[in-house]
C-alpha cells in the first residue's frame, strides 16, 4: 500500500510518500494511523491531533471509519482552504 503525505503531515512524518504493509487486522484508516504512530516521533507528531487530518482512499475522500481492505492508497493531508 502507498501512503502519500501532504503540506505539515509530510514535513512531520519526513517524508512525501512510502510504501508499507500494515499489519495483518489493519481495517480502516482510525487503525492505519495508530499503527503509524506507532513508528515514530515525526508519525506522533503528524497525527496528534486526529480532528485536522484528511484523508483519501485510493483518490476517494474518506474519513476514519473507511475501510482501507484492498485499497493501493492512502493520502493523508490537513484541510484544504480556498482563497
Excluded at 506507532?38 to 506522533?44: A, F, L, M, P
Excluded at 473507511?66 to 493523508?76: D, N, Q, Y
Amino acid at each position: 500500500m502507498k501512503l502519500l503525505y501532504f503540506a505539515w503531515v509530510k514535513q512531520k512524518t519526513g517524508m512525501g510518500e512510502e510504501d508499507v504493509v500494515p499489519p495483518a487486522g489493519t481495517g480502516n484508516v482510525h487503525e492505519l494511523i495508530a499503527w503509524l504512530k506507532t513508528r515514530g516521533e515525526g508519525y506522533e507528531a503528524a497525527f496528534a491531533d486526529l480532528g485536522v487530518i484528511r484523508c483519501a482512499v485510493d483518490q476517494e475522500h474518506g474519513d476514519l471509519d473507511t475501510p482501507i481492505a484492498g485499497a493501493s492508497e492512502v493520502a493523508f493531508f490537513p484541510p484544504v482552504t480556498g482563497g
